[in-house]
């Protein structure tokens, strides 16, 4: 097969969680042990940090590639869902997966894969693991695609782990209070290995003791350590101070979104970490790291500022802890008019966040290209029974194409509501 091929195989011939949603979705790793058994156990030959959490994970993963990276180790990233390409899940020093390697591994394995039939995601946490091992990685770090406890990047026994947050997402999964959630990430602390929880929650906290406790992990709460508050935002930078027992500093990031400031105590804290464990990571390293984490790894779709005048803003941010932080920072913006583009997935509950947006913008309800994806037609009806008001323009750039076209220079654009709407901007 050539590579277009082999995407077709991935993705039809495996249950796909991004595109069907639970359909795809087990709470079993049978799967994964069986694949990577038959790769040659690959997740046992490079050093690792595990990423879990409802927000931040993503943004959290990729910072530390680019600190280690700027510290001069190889480092492996595996992050999900893609934005744009398939090859973005998996990298070695920012650059992707290449073709030839996606064809190669499918090839070889193929006769496995049609026998085992495991899901999309059990197949690409396989290929990631091949990868970074064939590759002899220094350190990669993986990001938890769901919960933790039962996603396939849980057969790692890491250096390090880290845990974001926790929040209201994909409860049909993973539970129905905070704390059952906090439950299922809790799931990614092994025995002895070090623990950083990058914000205390009240009901999430005594879950993480409990489980460090018996897996005898240190466990450090990294917001109890530091206090992190953003002071300012500089051409493509933001300036963020620390204040870690009375020592401040500023910091440069190049993630942009004010939400940060609750994933950078958690980064810092797992940077301190590795070096107690061995890393050498320099302060020139980790200043690079922290502000060129988008040059460094290709990270897209945080706070991406995609022109100006009218100003055009794009954030992945989907579940209602991530959207009261995008309206917040929302707020902080002078405009004149605000155009919200939003689309979101059909197996999420979107009343609780059509609820919290704001009654006065102008919308513009879409829909990604994929099976999940809520039809704009019932996202707009769903918006009209809270008061939102707007118009149906299914294909996401269309919509957005319409805000640019009517909106003044003066105006502010959002796009967002899913990953999936971020994912299908043509010029992100």
Known sequence: MNYQETLNYLFHALPMFQRVGAAAFKKDLGNTLALCAHLGNPER???????????????????????????????????????????????????????DSVIEFVAENKDFL???????????????FWFFA???????????????????TNVLIPELSVITN????????????????AG??????????????????????????????????????????????????????????????????DIHFG????????????ILESVYQLK????????????????????LTGLKGRWQVLAENPTVIADTGHNEPGIRE???????????????????????????????LPKNASYLFCQADLPRALPAEELAAKALEVGLHGRVIPDVNEALNFARKNATADDLIFVGGSTFVVAEIDDL
Request: charged residues 25%.
């Open 276 to 295: 107690k464990l061995g890393w050498v990571i320099s302060e020139k390293a980790l200043e690079r790291g922290l502000a060129e984490v988008v040059e």
């Open 45 to 99: 030959k490079f050093k690792s940090v595990h990423v879990a959490g409802t927000n931040g994970k993503g943004s959290t993963s990729h910072t530390l590639a680019a600190i280690l990276q700027s510290a001069g180790y190889k480092t492996g990233l595996y992050t999900s869902p893609h934005l744009k390409s398939f090859t973005e899940r998996i990298r070695i020093n920012g650059r992707e997966i290449g073709e």
């Open 166 to 181: 926790i929040g209201w997402d994909h409860m049909q999964f993973l539970g129905n209070t905070l704390s059952e959630i």
């Open 134 to 152: 064939k590759e002899k990685v220094d350190i990669a770090i993986v990001e938890v695609g769901m919960g933790g406890k039962f996603d396939s």
């Open 326 to 356: 995008i309206l917040a920072q929302l707020g902080t913006y002078s405009f004149e008019k605000l155009w919200m583009v939003i689309g979101m997935v059909q197996d999420k509950d979107v009343s609780k966040i059509l609820n919290l």
């Open 114 to 128: 049609d026998a085992l039939q495991p899901s999309f995601f059990e197949m690409t946490v396989g290929m990631a």
């Open 255 to 266: 993630l942009q979104g004010d939400y940060q400031r609750y994933n950078l105590p958690g």
């Open 184 to 249: 299922e990430k809790a799931g990614i602390i092994k025995s002895g290995v070090p623990v950083v929880i990058s914000q205390t929650q009240e009901e999430t906290s005594p879950v993480f003791l409990k489980k460090a406790t018996a897996e005898n992990a240190p466990v450090v709460f990294a917001d109890q350590v530091m206090n992190v508050e953003k002071a300012a935002s500089i051409s493509n930078r933001a300036i963020f101070s620390v204040d870690k027992a009375g020592k401040k500093r």
